[in-house]
């Protein structure tokens, strides 16, 4: 069966069913970059996986619900959490986000990286982000803009959206929100051999400035 039919709960499961970590532990640079100049409130983490941001946005303050479809990088989040002493700042819920999502509306709304091989309504999922943020609250989103030097043949193929599509597939209203930023941004990245490589972001960061009449519950 190829990845793009499999179950996501299944496959994402199956990706972070090892015994070592998978990602590096550290928060996303942009968001850290982002949410640094903010005060805390309530923020919502799409795609949490191991917790990283979650955890580090608790422990700058924020009150914090950290979503994820599989149950194992929920697992292994909320044991780091506890390990840090901010559980009790994490609501960590299991979402399919193609299916469901969480209740609430956020001062901050992250979608860091939020690509899938598997069943995955993107721009959906995006349009309910842009929902779930308060009147004057933000949302960020930060994609790949290209694969990295050491993707192979197949990888390269593939089309990342520009900032500027990711954007128009939001189709915000301009009156109830405020651009501030949109393009790209380099990052030092690790490669599989240890050694280090500059990549290139997607950035869109939106501040809410009126209310929708769509918007979450």
Known sequence: MSDAVRDPREFWDEFYGGGDPVWSGRVNVQLAAIAGDLAAGRALDLGCGE???????AEHGWQVVAVDVSANALERARATAQQRQVAGR??????????????????LVSAQ???????????AVLRRAADAVAVGGRLLIVD??????????HAREHHFATAEEVLAELGIDDAQWELLRLGTA???????????????DNVILLRRTASSLHAAS
């Open 51 to 57: 917790g990283a941001d979650a955890i580090w946005l």
């Open 90 to 107: 994490i609501r960590f819920e299991r979402h399919d986000l193609s299916a469901s999502f969480p209740a609430g509306r956020f001062d």
């Open 113 to 123: 990286f939020l690509h899938s091989p598997v069943a995955l309504d993107r721009a």
């Open 144 to 153: 790949h803009a290209a694969v990295p030097p050491w993707a192979g043949e």
């Open 186 to 200: 380099d990052r030092q990245a690790i490669r599989p051999d240890g050694q280090t490589a500059v990549v290139p």
